[in-house]
């Protein structure tokens, strides 16, 4: 969503990453480009580890489904044991989540149910086939600047929901 730095309609969803498009001073592409090419200087297992985390999920009525900010160490623990190499995941189409029935995060005592549960963690390959098309949308405007890397990641994910 945008933030108070950002021009435009305040709290709109966009494609921001990092919430940095305010900040940069040149063209996101030779941003990304700048990103990947760092990415090449070292060897794979010395590279930080990306997670995505939606804290923000809503239900049908409109409620946050995560509890809260007091419990996002429980997240934060999956995400550190799992750059260790140490926490259960299971495989989705757009990457590994935490699997949730080997205990990989800690959930029984917060008393949500089953379904919530289980809501936290779906993959709704329609909805992220949506989301893909608006980062298409989004990363069209770049041009052959475009890094091959983004537009390559981008097929294999679309790939991947086709399947699911």
Request: aromatic share 12%; charged share 30%; hydrophobic share 40%.
């Amino acid at each position: 969503e945008t933030t108070a730095a950002a021009e435009g309609a305040r709290g709109a969803l966009r494609a921001d990453p990092f919430a940095m498009k305010p900040f940069c001073g040149y063209n996101m592409a030779d941003y990304w480009a700048h990103w990947l090419e760092m990415g090449t200087k070292t060897a794979p297992e010395k590279l930080p580890k990306i997670f995505y985390v939606n804290w923000f999920r809503k239900n049908e009525a409109g409620k946050f489904v995560w509890p809260g900010f007091g419990d996002n160490s429980r997240v934060l623990e999956w995400i550190f044991n799992r750059a260790g190499g140490d926490a259960a995941a299971v495989e989705t189409p757009i990457g590994h989540i935490p699997d949730v029935g080997k205990g990989a995060i800690k959930v029984d005592d917060l008393n949500l149910g089953d379904e919530v549960v289980k809501s936290l963690f779906d993959v709704d390959a329609g909805v992220w086939k949506e989301e893909l098309k608006a980062y298409g949308e989004y990363h069209a405007q770049f041009g052959d600047a475009l890094p091959a890397g983004i537009k390559e990641q981008h097929d294999r994910i679309a790939e991947r929901l086709e399947r699911a």
